[in-house]
């Protein structure tokens, strides 16, 4: 029964999406409000019936039946209930019925919050988010459908690939996708301007928190992701230039610099074509990720599908939305006016910068993505990893960084570079200093890594020291720069912390890259292994019953060259007898903002006939950066979402921008 009801619930938001479209665009073209308010019933129904279908997957798979085929391939009686829970997206299935119970979330939030836009533009902002739901749901009810039922049940399952039997990949889907579709809102409100031919400062002011929210949920879920590949796969990194991860780096990018672009269209009137460019390509990214994952193109441990058929359909999707988008932007583009005039120092100027930046780094990340696809479908070979980014995009991003503190310092249309210079001349000498200190402390010739650190600091310290000089700090009496500090807004708080969090990434992952120690040796028990300034010893391996694995476990005891004890590491090596297959779980001492990181491999023979185990040990400085860093930029994100001004559009209606409107 619980497949039925999921199933008829699937297709009940198919009927309502449809629905939401329909009623949606009638209310626009007739003016009836009658038509609205059902087009907006529509969207919170088409929600709950996804919902309900996604609580009846779940409980599909708490209970284990395994006479739903979806089930039958990811789940097992053994397997913990959290990952029973984190199976029913661990599929392809599943994972879209995620994307689906997302869209149609966002769908039903802008009907439900978006009182204050006007009339026509919230209108066809849900018909346009409706038109999605049509169409990802329609491939979810038709072409990959979670609630099948098999003749034969099978008395077990196949379990869940044991990679992602992981706590942190049990939360990064989520995230991820809440992020990846939070862009559906900001793409809707595109195609609703353009078709109304308004594009003002109260648009932009409503793209805003929409593109927040997805961003921060995005980097929290790219953050999880990297976490999980840095701990559980064991090689010792965090990021690989997998193509996978990259899917979700693109729509990441494009959307920062949507973030920025929309302030200049809503301060000054300003790059309004260039901003609803950015809102359609940010989401046209996550439909392309929806596509790399899901068509069965790549071969990743990220990816949930191996049907080409099913890949056929997504890009049909993905030509539709994207190109029904950017048709109607050709269409309406050369009738948007170009808006404020600028000096070439100014905030405005500074902000494009960013965004020149952002985008030819986007477009990097894409082309060094889908290059190696596009020949392998002539069934060529290329290999474009690592050395391509570290070339191209690192560059970019490093050019991006060293304008990135001056922007907030600098003033609307006009501004005074030398003043500003004065203002970062303190971020200018810690960076200097910070950079050369790097050189002088390791090998000279790890030129990059110090300019990466310096770059760090840079961006760091001058993020603190903006919001030292919006609160007067050491220029006013300590009580007034505290009276200013909760008079601040929360938005320029969460910038601060946005830009700060920035710059302590930047220097962990330039430091961490260049300065790793690794060290690998077979060792008996009682054998020593030396990794920089510490000695680790195998002490024993032992066996361990897990829930549904089974395991052998090292333990190692990590001293100093001196003998002093530091830690205790335990690695294990895990055998899932369901999926036939191994796994690695790392041991890991924190050590302030460094780890150190032990691995332990199959069984081999020593020279002397005794028995040893392949240790692999890793000193990883400054890796905690490399997660904090993006746990504050998150945060300083949902800081400035809960900025009230942020999250009100503008009272007043704004000019038109077009020669239509303007008709």
Known sequence: MTAELGAFSLVLALVF???????????????????????????????????????????AFVSSDFSIAYVANNSHTDKPLIYKIAGVWGGHEGSLLLWCLALTGYGAAVALF???????????????QGVLGVLFIGFAVFASNAFLRLPTPPVEGRSLNPLLQDPALALHPPFLYAGYVGLSVPFSLAVAALIEGRIDAAWARWVRPWTLAAWSLLTVGITLGAFWAYYELGWGGWWAWDPVENASFMPWLASAALLH???????????????????????????????????????????????????????GIMLAAAGAGFGLFAWRVPNLAPGGVFAPISREASLVLNNLFLAVAAAVVFVGTLFPLLFEALHKTISIGPPYFNLTFAPLMGAALLVLPAGPLLAWKRADLKGVWQRLMLAAALAAGAAILTLALHAPIAVFAAIGVGLGVWVAVGALLEAAQRVRLFKAPLAESLRRVGGLPRGSWGMTLAHLGLGLFVMGAAYETAYRVEAAEVLAPGGSLRLGAYVLTLDSVVGVAGPNYSAERARISVTRANGAPVCKAEPERRYYPV??????????????????YVVAG???????????RLIRAYWNPWVRLIFLGPLLMAIGGALSLSDRRLRLAAAQRAAPVTAEARA
């Open 602 to 612: 199959d069984a081999r023979a020593l020279p002397n006939g005794t028995e040893g």
């Open 261 to 315: 672009s929309a302030v200049v269209t809503e301060k000054r009137g300003a790059l309004p074509g260039w901003t609803v460019f950015l809102a359609l390509l940010a989401f046209s990214f996550s439909m392309l990720g929806a596509f790399l994952v899901r068509s069965g193109i790549l071969t990743s441990v990220h990816a949930f599908a191996v049907d080409p058929t099913r890949g056929v359909i997504l890009v």
């Open 17 to 59: 999406s449809l629905a939401q479209a329909v009623l949606s665009a009638a209310g626009r073209v007739t003016g009836a409000q009658a038509f609205r308010r059902a087009g907006e019933g529509a969207a919170l129904a088409a929600f709950l019936a996804v919902a309900a279908a996604f609580l009846a997957l779940t409980a």
């Open 114 to 128: 978006g009182e204050r836009l006007p009339r026509n533009l919230k209108s066809l902002t849900v018909a346009s």
């Open 579 to 596: 999926n036939r297959q191994q796994t690695s779980e790392v041991g890991l001492c924190f050590k302030g903002l460094n780890d150190l």
